[in-house]
Nanobody
Framework: QVQLVESGGGSVRPGGSLRLSCAAS????????MGWYRQAPGKEREFVAT????????LYTDSVKGRFTISRDYARNTVSLQMNSLKPEDTAVYYC?????????WGQGTLVTVSS
């Protein structure tokens, strides 16, 4: 069984920063990539960013390019999302995702609120 434990959510004013982290544990097996998705109130879950586990290539949704940075700690099976210049529209529950060779795993979600 795989567990993803997220941390780092909270409330921040527009223009502020937060750093999310997600630690994977258990019978992980092969990891293809890890990433972050988010779901705002009344909206569907959407892709935010992902990082290829072996090569380290990254991919971002257009709305966060230049503001968010995804990184990984290969040895600790941890992925982080540094979020700068946050905007009210970034408010959402952020979910960590691990894409393995057989299936996907999801974290429980962490709330990010951007408000003045």
């Amino acid at each position: 069984q795989v567990q993803l434990v997220e941390s780092g959510g909270g409330s921040v004013r527009p223009g502020g920063s937060l750093r999310l982290s997600c630690a994977a544990s258990g019978s992980i097996g092969s990891i293809i990539d890890m990433g972050w998705y988010r779901q705002a109130p009344g909206k569907e879950r959407e892709f935010v960013a992902t990082i290829n586990w072996s090569i380290g290539n990254t991919l971002y949704t257009d709305s966060v390019k230049g503001r968010f940075t995804i990184s990984r700690d290969y040895a600790r099976n941890t992925v982080s999302l540094q979020m700068n210049s946050l905007k009210p529209e970034d408010t959402a529950v952020y979910y960590c995702n691990l894409r393995g060779s057989a299936t996907d795993y999801w974290g429980q979600g962490t709330l990010v609120t951007v408000s003045s």
